[in-house]
């Protein structure tokens, strides 16, 4: 659960999210690697020593992102109305993903280009892709308890089937392999179909 932000947390969050923005506006005009630490808190209007408070290094602000949707994730369990099923919330729950991804596909791209080159990334999962997976995973469980979805497969298992979909349609969003639209309808109704056994109708 969430509590209230103070306003030093607030202002934390501002001077990290303004130091973002700079640098990806500055990884888009002269690139990842030419772009200094130095300029991109000049840039956001703070310090060297203000942007180490935040980042522990240039390759920490391709994290923000990830940490910005885990606060959207717990955001919206912590907000959904009790009588909300599960399955309803994780579709939601996707849906509001696919559409950040939508409104800052250039972000993603350059973010999802450099990340694949760090092999920390690829094979260290980041704070924030576990706490995603640990909530869709809860949800999975209490879908399962509500006979939802199938109960055969382990929750984890059926968590990161679900997160590895919207992996793909993000990748689809990225590269503009297909309608957006289309795919996240698409999408759903695959997830769903994987979803369901012989003894469950999903809802």
Known sequence: MHRPQGLRERKNEEAKRALYEAAMELFQEKGFEATSIDEIAERAGFSR????????A?????????QEIQNRVEEMIDNSVPI?????LIRELILCMVSEAKEH???LKLIYTHSMRDPDYMFDPTPARMRIFEAFTELVEEAG???QIR???PSREIALHILSV??????SIITGLANSEDLVHSAWQFIVGGLRDGNCAAR
């Open 166 to 171: 919207y992996q793909g349609v993000v990748l």
């Open 84 to 88: 909300t099923s599960p399955l309803e």
């Open 49 to 56: 020593a203000t942007f180490f408070n935040h980042f522990s």
């Open 105 to 107: 596909r250039d972000e």
């Open 145 to 147: 308890k509500l006979g």
């Open 58 to 66: 240039k390759k920490g602000v391709l994290r923000h992102y990830g």
């Open 151 to 153: 109960q055969d497969l």
